[in-house]
């Protein structure tokens, strides 16, 4: 009896131990491999299971946030349900991208439930490492529309996402607040090519576009009242098209009391990160006779000097134009989104 209890016991201490290695992954390791985002190298915690990356699902939120493939993360603790809402700005909560020790010896399947856009997902494959939950990140980019590929000669793991798409449209119902943070990165994206400073660049959209909703943005997503023509001033690989324009009609009326209605055309865009491009291109390229109009301004890591260099080129007229654009960085704290 005793015999017939013992292998029974050791058949089930097997069938334990099976059922028991399927919670683990067969092969876990923390990933040496190089990460870009959009061609930008970035560092995070990533693992490295049977052959598949895994990113925390914040790290992956942050790292798109403000591009066209964003989404929101929001956690139910009551619940315990992961929601992700496509489209939606990303709130820092702090600790994301960061790089912490191995834990790779403490990988477990998670159940974790997760519901996108309303709808809940049971497809994803997902680990919980070190108390932090790890996403499969070419599923993750199959749901929730960002490109992931791998380059062998370099060994870095490819991330391109679907740029960005935002319209004033989008902005109408949404509070300032929201609006700062949700363009923020925009902006930021906007400096790593123009070399001019986010917070900058971001009080001029707020001052002059009304948080983006304007006539002229809502109606052409022109935020910084670029007109069709610049006084002669062109430049190669604008994100203006050459044509499309929205007109605005003005009345003006003479000495004499003769009312006069007065058309002018301003370029129309896409986008408001086309906008924002376009509005860079011409503080970087714009000239005065021959010579740039706003010199110094490209690299300027002091918003006040920068400030400074855009209204003494002409500008802007008002003589607080340097108090107001500097208030309002200050008021938002727009420095944040500066490289």
């Known amino acids: 009896m005793k015999k017939i209890l ?24 923390k990933s040496p491999q190089k990460i870009t985002v959009d061609g930008e190298t970035v560092t995070c ?31 139910n603790e009551k619940t315990e349900t992961v929601t992700i809402t496509t489209g939606a700005a990303y709130k820092l ?7 912490g020790t191995d834990k790779s010896d403490t990988a477990r399947k998670s159940s974790q439930k997760i519901i996108i856009d309303g ?10 490492i070190g108390d932090n939950n790890y996403f499969k990140l070419r599923e993750l980019g199959n749901a929730l529309d960002f490109d992931v590929d791998y380059d062998e000669k370099n060994d ?3 991330v391109n996402s679907r740029g960005v798409e935002i319209t004033a449209e989008l ?13 923020g990165p925009v902006f930021t994206a906007d400096q790593k090519s123009s070399g001019i400073l986010a917070s900058v660049s971001m009080a001029q959209f707020i001052l002059e576009s009304g948080y983006g909703k304007s006539d002229l943005a809502v109606n052409a997503n022109n935020c910084f009242g670029m007109k069709a023509s610049l006084s002669g001033n062109n430049w190669n690989n604008s994100k203006w098209d050459g044509v499309s324009v929205y007109t ?19 370029r129309k865009y896409d986008s408001i990160a086309d906008s ?12 005065s006779g021959g010579k740039l109009r706003y010199e110094g301004l490209e690299g300027c890591t002091d918003y006040r000097e920068a400030i400074q260099i855009i209204k003494d080129g002409g500008y802007a007229t008002s003589t607080t134009y340097v108090e107001k654009i500097c208030e309002i960085i200050e008021q938002w704290n727009l420095t944040q989104y500066d490289l």
């Open 171 to 183: 902005l109408k119902d949404m509070k300032a607040a929201e609006i700062v943070e949700l363009l």
């Open 93 to 99: 909560i702090g600790g994301e991208m960061k790089n």
């Open 248 to 266: 605005k009609y003005s009345e003006e009326e003479d000495a004499e009391g003769n009312v006069e209605v007065i058309s002018s055309n301003f």
């Open 6 to 29: 013992s292998g029974i016991t050791v058949l089930f201490i097997i069938i334990l131990m099976v059922g028991t290695a399927s919670v683990f992954a067969a092969d876990v390791v």
């Open 276 to 287: 924002i491009a376009d509005h860079s291109s011409y503080l970087l390229n714009s000239k």
């Open 45 to 75: 915690d990533v693992y490295n299971i049977d052959g598949n990356n895994y990113f925390k699902l914040r790290d992956v939120a942050a790292m798109l946030n403000g591009t066209g493939s964003g989404f929101s993360v929001d956690w």
């Open 156 to 158: 870095t793991v490819v």
């Open 119 to 128: 709808e809940t997902d049971k497809s994803m494959s997902v680990y919980n």
